[in-house]
């Protein structure tokens, strides 16, 4: 279900809506994606990089919903179509300690996530 943003126009690809919409569902592939994104990137920025994915995944699904139209930079709003404008690693196994952490981070912020959103 896609939220209607207050009569404006169209919503520019770098503008961030603050309202209550929420990204598409999350599926396993999403997870595993974003995971896999963080495990290329330090892990004193792996946080912060995890919520950016999920407020750009955010930003691209209000865009398709409002636009009819992919998003220009982050896609079609889902979580793995916003990790996968990064470059990513190959799918370890869950024997890769580090993957299990990435791949808990993203379960971690995306609880978050859905936590502030219902209290907004």
Known sequence: MHRSLPA???????????GKASMRP??????????????NAAPADRERLCTRMINEAELAD??????????????NGSLMAAARTRSLVDEPSFDDFQYCQCF???LRCLVQFRVTRMRS
């Open 8 to 18: 404006m126009g169209r919503v520019p690809p770098h503008a961030f809506w603050l």
């Open 26 to 39: 999350v599926l396993h592939g999403d997870v595993s994606s974003a995971a896999r994104a963080l495990l």
């Open 62 to 75: 209000i865009y398709v919903g409002q636009t009819g139209r992919l998003h220009p930079l982050f896609g």
């Open 104 to 106: 808990e981070m993203v």
